[in-house]
């Protein structure tokens, strides 16, 4: 009786593993794809620098990088067959052009470098996608048009942008992660992503058919091979399992939205809200009646001031939050308007970019108000509510400020209307907002400082 022998894959001239090589093909020992390993050994010092400047979050955030970047070397080590150059290339620079970005905090130092990492992520990725697509195809001979081909791979990328929206919204929803800076952001980011998708896919198609060898093909179709196999086995096996345990990520997740905000909110103070104003003349401090809740608050050049005493990471400011007649209660027996004048002193390069003030209304305690805030690096004014804590949406408008400005902002609240308004220019009139009864105060997220000056508060 004969015997049938095992074997391992046998590795291609150029580092992959494949079948039996045709005869006539030579066989040597894989090389080593040195872009990915440079790619890698850059994560390695970033993390070695982080850790030695005192930045543990850097360094592990950098670390974090670096252990993702290995999963082409586990995927080798598991399938047998080994990463094509391309592919592994364009995942590892994916890794480090995200986890770079995150522990060098050059989402806050540089304005607009999201709308940069996020469409470059979005390319690369479907790159790989669409590189694992026709290697499957041709590995098994389907007939799908290129068109078709091509449609699936910007499909798979569109929806992994969007994904990753989502991502960041969770994280802003329960943990106050600050990713999302608004509507317009998300939004653009997600246009940015969809763009992403489409041209990555077309150049993949462009690599693959002008420079991909039959080799890096064949490498390609196995690695897709494996991956799918893998997950038809787990599906096949445990399918319905699998489902139940979506379904129920899906319901905790939703569960955990509405557990967050649920519970009483404090009552409003108990005083009765009269009319009054506040100065705050150069080199004046706070009023005596007004109660600091958040931050270091300095008399300035400006008016009252949101400062710190020792410069934030980037990325790492915090809010300022101060009441004025901390005792009263407006809004419970009648309208008022209360209008300030505000000042963003623009950071300088490389220290962080937070620019935003705001009024705030319906304070019941540090974390539980309204504010009506102005960001002057992303050009909105929006209502927002923060309960038990964690910021929520209701109402934004896009509007251009600068730093380095002063600006009038204005905000009317009467019932559950509320409007606001800068230099007279009425932005929006909201209504059915809940709970607007309430104390008074300023707020303010900056790098540097914000200011504020000849604040009033009347009634309606």
């Known amino acids: 009786m004969s015997q049938v022998s095992s074997r391992r894959p046998i590795p291609h001239r150029d580092g992959a593993a494949s079948s039996p090589a045709p005869a006539g093909r030579e066989r040597h020992a894989p090389r080593p794809h040195w872009e990915a390993w440079a790619l890698r ?33 586990l995927i080798t080590r598991l399938s047998g067959w080994r990463v094509p150059r391309n592919l592994e290339l364009i995942f590892v620079f994916a890794m480090f052009l995200q ?12 304005t607009y470098w999201d709308k940069i990492v996020h469409p470059s992520e979005i390319f690369l990725a479907t790159g790989v996608a669409t590189y694992l697509l026709l290697g499957y195809r041709e590995r098994h001979k389907l007939d ?29 929803w329960f943990g106050n992660a600050n990713l999302q800076k608004s509507n317009a952001d998300t939004m653009t980011d997600i246009l940015t992503n969809d763009a992403g998708a489409i041209f990555g896919a077309l150049f993949a198609f462009w690599l693959w058919r002008h420079h991909t060898s039959q080799v890096a093909r064949e490498e390609s179709g196995q690695i ?27 319901a905790a ?17 108990a005083g009765i809200g009269h009319a009054a104003d506040w100065r705050f003349a150069a080199g004046a401090g ?29 990325g790492s400011e915090q809010m ?13 027996s009648g309208g008022f308007r209360l209008t300030g004048r505000y000042y963003l002193e623009r950071p300088p390069l490389g220290a962080g970019t937070a620019m935003d003030a705001g009024l705030v209304f319906g304070l019941r305690d540090p974390d539980d108000f309204y504010v009506v805030a102005v960001s002057a690096i992303h050009d909105t004014v929006a209502l927002h509510r923060y309960l038990h804590g964690h910021i929520r949406w209701v109402r934004e408008e896009h509007y251009l400020t600068r730093g380095d400005e002063a600006h009038t902002l204005s905000v009317e609240v009467q019932g559950d209307r509320v409007a606001a308004s800068i230099d007279g220019k009425q932005l929006f009139d909201e209504r059915g907002i809940v709970d607007t009864a309430g104390g008074i105060g300023l707020w303010a997220r900056v790098t540097t400082l914000g200011c504020f000056s000849d604040v009033q508060v009347t009634p309606l």
Request: proline residues 8%; glycine residues 12%.
């Open 144 to 172: 799908i048009p290129d068109g078709l081909a091509a449609f699936g791979a910007m499909l798979f990328g569109m929806a992994l942008g969007a994904s990753w929206e989502l991502v960041e919204f969770a994280f802003d």
């Open 286 to 314: 706070p009023p005596q009646d007004a109660r600091i809740l958040r931050g270091e608050w300095q008399p300035g050049e400006q008016g009252l001031c949101r400062v710190y005493e020792q410069s934030p990471r980037p």
């Open 41 to 73: 050994a850059l994560l390695l010092a970033l993390a070695a620098w982080q850790l030695l400047s005192g930045n543990r979050s850097g360094a592990t955030v950098a670390g974090m990088g670096l252990a993702v970047s290995l999963l082409p070397v």
């Open 320 to 332: 300022g939050l101060i009441a004025l007649e901390p005792g009263d209660s407006f809004g419970a």
């Open 224 to 250: 897709a091979d494996w991956l799918t196999g893998r997950l038809s086995h787990l599906l096949g096996r445990h399918g319905f399992l699998v489902g139940v345990l979506v379904a129920l990520a899906f």
């Open 99 to 110: 986890y770079a970005s995150e522990a060098l905090k050059l989402f806050e130092l540089l």
């Open 253 to 269: 997740i939703i569960f955990a939205g509405w557990y967050v905000d649920r519970g009483p909110i404090p009552n409003p103070p």
